[in-house]
């Protein structure tokens, strides 16, 4: 139904920056939000950032806020996630979602990628 391709993922010294890329096909139309979340070694999947495929609505987990930032190029398809400041914390398993984002911030995930592999090293 809908299909994310992922890339941008790989292995930073801490301090540096990565950008990962998500670019959807598909039947887009059924989502009107497209979301990251990361999931570390042992620990759960937690939200990391969301954005609106209208409007200006973006959303932050707090771990992230003022490092990280999440955009879309609406004519390709695509959202991007800037990764800055990165930290050993931030290592973990990336992943794409596409869903509906609601107006109380809470983002439902329909779709995933595959993922891709971020590693912060000290």
């Known amino acids: 139904q809908v299909q994310l391709v992922e890339s941008g993922g790989g292995l930073v010294q801490a301090g540096g920056s990565l950008r990962l890329s998500c670019a959807a096909s598909?039947?887009?139309?059924?989502?009107?939000?497209m979301g990251w979340f990361r999931q570390a070694p042992g620990k759960e999947r937690e939200f990391v950032a969301a954005?609106?495929?209208?409007?200006?609505?973006?959303y932050y987990a707090d771990s992230v806020k003022g490092r990280f930032i999440i955009s879309r190029d609406n004519a390709k398809n695509t959202v991007y996630l800037q990764m800055n400041s990165l930290k050993p914390e931030d290592t973990a398993v990336y992943y794409c979602?596409?869903?509906?984002?609601?107006?109380?911030?809470?983002?439902?995930?329909?779709?995933w990628g595959q993922g891709t592999q971020v590693t912060v090293s000290s």
């Open positions: 598909g039947r887009t139309f059924s989502s009107n939000a």
């Open positions: 954005i609106r495929w209208s409007g200006v609505g973006t």
């Open positions: 979602a596409a869903g509906l984002l609601y107006s109380s911030g809470s983002f439902r995930s329909d779709y």
